[in-house]
């Protein structure tokens, strides 16, 4: 017998977890834009999960419905390419070299490095050029470490102050 999916009210983002058994639902790094999905959690519940206009979805984000938790939003890990410069000098040249490739570029929060998702003649090409500063590793692609985001956020807070 299918069931309706339970459809989400209210999303909480920086939700305070009480509770580590919390029910989860994952979704891919390139679908937090997506302005409904329907996604079956850890436990088995089917929810309806629909974002409001300009809104997206967070890693962390708590899914309520009739105020009742039903889910935390898991973003899941992928594949990525990381690069590791050796200077800035690099750095410029691979911005140059993949600047065509319409990927998006992520920075990594703990070191002065970048991640994009894996591609494979891509990945092919930087480890041809750039050999031991590229390596491939599963991670968790933020939109807060998007580049582009970080770029327009640092323009308008240049404009404003």
Request: zero cysteines.
């Amino acid at each position: 017998m299918n069931r309706l999916p339970v459809p989400i009210d209210t999303v909480v983002s920086n939700y305070e977890l009480v509770d580590n058994h919390i029910d989860q639902v994952y979704i891919e790094w390139f679908e937090i834009h997506k302005k409904r999905l329907t996604r079956q959690t850890l436990s088995g519940t089917n929810i309806l999960m629909q974002l409001e206009q300009g809104m997206e979805w967070h890693h962390g984000d708590a899914l309520f419905s009739n105020g009742t938790l039903q889910a935390i939003v898991i973003i899941k890990p992928t594949l990525t390419i990381r690069f590791n410069p050796l200077d800035l000098v690099q750095l410029a040249d691979f911005g140059y070299f993949i600047g065509n490739r319409h990927l998006p570029l992520f920075s990594v929060e703990e070191a002065e490095s970048l991640r994009m998702p894996y591609d494979g003649r891509l990945y092919e090409q930087v480890l041809a050029k750039y050999g031991p500063a590229v390596q491939l590793e599963e991670a968790v692609l933020l939109s807060q470490n998007l580049l582009r985001q970080q770029i327009n956020h640092r323009k308008t807070k240049e404009h404003q102050g």
